[in-house]
């Protein structure tokens, strides 16, 4: 029987007590408790896409000068509001009523 050893790319198990967030190359020892072949599933969560490139550029930084608190953003947009986004952006320049209309434009 071939029992599964899973990496879960979503948020289910990304809080789930037992189950390690893992980046290899940050913390790799945090699923060396895994043994491939065992006859036990697993599962490995990994976090999203920005903490990922984040700590992977914090980590060694982390290392040397010993990193204690992190504040970060991350702004994504889906193709539909990039499309409402460009035409406001486009409005904006062309405009000086909509340069107005608004307290601030988020795309800039």
Not at 51 to 69: E, F, S
Request: aromatic letters at 6%.
């Amino acid at each position: 029987m071939v029992v599964p050893q899973v990496v879960d790319n979503s948020s289910a198990f990304r809080m789930t007590e037992g189950v390690p967030l893992v980046i290899p190359e940050v913390n790799p020892k945090a699923m060396s408790h895994i043994k491939l072949g065992s006859g036990k599933g697993a599962i490995i969560a990994n976090p999203n896409c920005s903490t990922i490139i984040a700590l992977m550029a914090v980590t060694p930084l982390d290392r040397v000068a010993n990193v204690k608190r992190m504040v970060v953003s991350t702004y994504q947009v889906g193709i539909c509001q990039w499309d409402s986004q460009t035409r406001i952006s486009q409005q904006y320049f062309v405009n000086e009523e909509e340069r107005t209309r608004f307290h601030c434009i988020i795309s800039f």
